[in-house]
Nanobody, 121 residues
Framework: QVQLVESGGGLVQVGGSLRLACAAS????????MGWFRQTPGKEREFVTG????????YYADSVKGRFTTSRYNSENTVYLHMDNLKFEDSAVYYC??????????????WGQGTQVTVSS
């Protein structure tokens, strides 16, 4: 089992940057694929990016390609989401997730509590 804690959310202006971090407990971080999701009120949780165990495969939602970058440091039990050129529509609660990937499908077993990102003018 793994516990996930997100940090780094906050208020940022349009066009600005923000970096989120997700710290995982336990010694098994390296055995999990990691992902970031986001959710706004009244909408379903949306996949943002996923990174496999080694970090060799990374997938991004089309809406964030070229603007968001995810990376993981297994020695630190941490995964990051660096967000550039933020838009109003990026405002959401961002969740970190841990699960598995076989290269084609992703399954998510554990979730963090979320961190709010608000993009303003």
């Amino acid at each position: 089992q793994v516990q996930l804690v997100e940090s780094g959310g906050g208020l940022v202006q349009v066009g600005g940057s923000l970096r989120l971090a997700c710290a995982a407990s336990g010694r098994t971080f390296r055995t999990y694929a990691m992902g970031w999701f986001r959710q706004t009120p009244g909408k379903e949780r949306e996949f943002v990016t996923g990174i496999n165990r080694s970090g060799s495969n990374i997938y991004y939602a089309d809406s964030v390609k070229g603007r968001f970058t995810t990376s993981r440091y297994n020695s630190e039990n941490t995964v990051y989401l660096h967000m550039d050129n933020l838009k109003f529509e990026d405002s959401a609660v961002y969740y970190c997730a841990a699960g598995d990937s076989n290269g084609r499908t992703w399954t998510w077993d554990y979730w963090g509590q979320g961190t709010q990102v608000t993009v303003s003018s």
